[in-house]
């Protein structure tokens, strides 16, 4: 919160009004249409343009969007994985290459540099498929070695296309070796992971994230199936008014992300619109989580609308 007070014109003049260190109960609530208002109220370039930029923006809403550089993209991942801002994992010890189906409406990403051999293709028009195809059939070549594709990532909505177009010219996809698939962007229907499962012969895990927040997706847990809420940010569940907490039932999901997470443009109680259930569960691993489900709260039929994949059960343990 210094950090975003002392750089982002927004929270300047509000420290500024307030005279003394804002704790976090004193920001206001902000969601996707306040930043679109006034972007320019909401991030710091001040090391532009040496910065490597990318931006997330919301469905068909190109009015919103949201500034991140690489860097935080790279500390996101070390957060994630343990390892040290800027640490690659030996590339040796990689044997398989992976390949993400990038959504051209929010940009082509620049995946995190672990050492595993990472390829976005665009999946947007008939002929992509043609491409994908190619290289599940005869692998990646990188450095003159040959890696087969073993993972596939992407929102459900691009797996089911490929899939399907795949399932009309071959018996089964288990000849291409994919081993792992991780679906996001919208609600993976039981059928669709089922079909999934059958035509690639892979395991199946579903992810959830934010475009607001990019680099901070949550996948699901192998141990109680739900998602854990990353480190990069800090979660509040708040009533329907967003004045109290909520420690069971509906809530709504408002996330401040931080430092060094969220430099050029850091959210602070960003509005998520995200409904959800908080549950006194808990994981064996002891962490805040969450479940995405299809069914919506017994709150009023205009809340989230338009957002029916998003709805969440969330588990918060003290």
């Given at each position: ?11 300047q ?14 920001f ?17 370039l ?36 343990g ?35 990472v ?15 190619r290289?599940?059939?005869e ?97 509040e ?18 996330l ?63």
């Amino acid at each position: 919160m210094a950090q975003a007070c002392s750089r982002i014109p927004r929270y300047q003049s509000l420290r500024a009004s307030r005279g003394y260190e804002l704790q976090l109960p004193d920001f206001p609530i902000i969601d996707a249409e306040a930043v679109s208002e006034r972007p320019e109220d909401y991030y710091c370039l001040d090391r532009f343009p040496d910065l490597v930029l990318t931006t997330g923006g919301t469905t068909a809403k190109p009015d919103k969007f949201y500034f991140l550089n690489y860097q935080e993209i790279e500390a996101a991942f070390a957060a994630s994985t343990g390892l040290e801002e800027g640490e690659m994992l030996d590339p040796r010890l990689f044997d398989a290459a992976a390949i993400i189906l990038t959504d051209l409406q929010h940009g082509l990403i620049l995946p995190p540099s672990h050492g595993q051999p990472v390829i976005c293709l665009p999946l947007e028009v008939g002929r992509h498929f043609k491409l994908i195809e190619r290289f599940l059939r005869e692998g990646v070549v990188v450095g003159g070695r040959r890696f087969r594709v073993e993972q596939l990532f992407g929102s459900i909505t691009k797996l089911r296309a490929l899939t399907a177009y795949l399932e009309h010219k071959y018996q089964g996809g288990r000849g291409f070796g994919v081993n792992r698939i991780v679906a996001g962007a919208f609600h993976t229907s039981l059928q669709w992971r089922k079909r999934l499962e059958t035509f690639w012969g892979a395991s199946v895990q579903t992810s959830y994230g934010l475009t607001e927040f990019i680099g901070v997706e949550s996948l699901e847990c192998a141990h109680c199936g739900a998602y854990h809420i990353p480190k990069t940010v800090y979660p509040e569940l708040l009533s329907e008014d967003l004045t109290t907490s909520v420690y069971r039932g509906p809530a709504l999901l408002v996330l401040t992300t931080l430092y060094p997470y969220r430099v050029v443009m850091p959210l602070i109680r960003y509005n998520t619109k995200d409904y959800v259930e908080v549950m006194p569960e808990r994981c064996r691993q002891g962490e805040e989580s969450f479940r995405v489900t299809v069914q919506s709260p017994p709150w009023p039929s205009n809340c989230g609308a338009g957002r029916p994949d998003r709805w969440a059960t969330i588990a918060r343990y003290r």
